[in-house]
């Protein structure tokens, strides 16, 4: 073999294994969805150490349904969710216990439980949690209902940072926030990042905020990834961006799942009705009564019980 190929063997191994370095994390053709239906499809993301990520897309496009996914509570519909380069099936508390946060958009805190016993709640340390959150401390022995919105989260954030996660999960930290109280969550997402070496993969409707702490960025519309590319470029697309995907809302999840519920349901009955049809030419006999008025009335008596269990979920009735 000459030097020359010996060379060329070299090079192209050491950018073979260059490019296999392994990500923190990565999904391979993720497919996610509720009752075995597709929500999402095809999502191939990455995190890197040390690597802040923004997944940005219109509501519903699928964000929070790859999030859950990713962190264990709902089961993947096909492909991949892989943790150091190592495909993982683990439940959610057990991937918590392995290195991962989690902060969803519900804030997670224990309204009747001091502060300070949730910041311990899960391994969390108090220290810790106040070097983050100095403005915590007079707050310690405040119950956590008595905490404003933006001290619950600053709350759930600090609790998960300060059990030193290697992943962090977050899931629209602004949320009826103020402008000063989502830049010091974010700021705080930053710091952990290039001091701990975390990796973070952030949910967030504020683009330009998110864009301006994150390094790179994923775009997601209607349960696919659509773009990638680092937060630099992104902020100066960002008009086109905000226009093209970012601008007004996609279907919920909800709505599609119940959507596409109804056209198998409607399918069903008509190859029901068929078969009726065909069966009362053939005998004579009136099988079933039945008309698409009363189909139409079953659904929207299902669609009725469906919002007023939704609402009961959300503390509310009316």
């Known amino acids: 073999m000459t030097e020359s190929s010996v060379a060329n063997v070299d090079g192209n191994a050491s950018a073979y294994a260059a490019g296999r370095t392994p990500n923190l994390l990565e999904t391979r053709a993720l497919k996610a969805g509720y009752v075995g ?3 999402v499809s ?3 993301l990455t995190v890197k150490p040390g690597e802040v990520v923004s997944l940005l897309g219109p509501n519903g496009a699928g964000k929070t349904t790859t999030l859950l996914t990713i962190a264990g509570e709902l089961a993947p519909v096909d492909g991949l969710v892989m943790f150091s380069n ?6 959610m508390y057990q991937r918590i216990r392995e290195g991962m946060g989690l902060v ?5 805190i224990f309204t009747k439980m001091s502060t300070r016993d949730n910041l311990r709640i899960g391994g969390g340390d108090v220290d810790r949690a106040l070097e983050l959150f100095p403005e915590l401390e007079p707050r310690l022995d405040v119950r956590g209902g008595m905490l404003s919105g933006g001290e619950q989260q600053m709350v759930a954030l600090s609790r998960a940072l300060s059990r030193k996660p290697k992943l962090l999960l977050a899931d629209e930290l602004s949320l009826g926030l103020a402008p000063m109280i989502v830049d010091r969550l974010l700021g705080a997402v930053r710091q952990a990042a290039d001091e701990q070496g975390i990796g973070a993969l952030i949910i967030e409707q504020h683009a330009r905020k998110a864009l301006r702490y994150s390094d790179r960025m994923y775009l997601m519309a209607r ?3 659509r773009m990638e590319m680092t937060s630099a470029e992104a902020l100066q697309r960002l008009d086109e961006i905000e226009h093209a995907y970012l601008s007004g809302t996609a279907e919920s999840e909800e709505d599609h799942i119940e959507r596409k519920r109804r056209k198998d349901t409607r399918e ?3 190859r029901q009705r068929v078969r009726e049809r065909e069966l009362r030419r053939l005998t004579g006999a009136q099988v079933s009564r039945r008309h698409t008025s ?3 009335a079953y659904l929207d008596a299902d669609q009725q019980r469906r919002d007023w269990q939704q609402r009961l979920r959300r503390g509310r009735k009316f």
């Open 104 to 108: 969803t958009e519900e804030r997670l």
């Open 42 to 44: 095809g999502v191939n």
């Open 223 to 225: 349960g696919q990834i």
């Open 86 to 91: 190592v495909p993982t099936f683990t439940p």
């Open 268 to 270: 069903s009955w008509a």
């Open 294 to 296: 009363e189909d139409d």
């Open 37 to 39: 239906r597709e929500v």
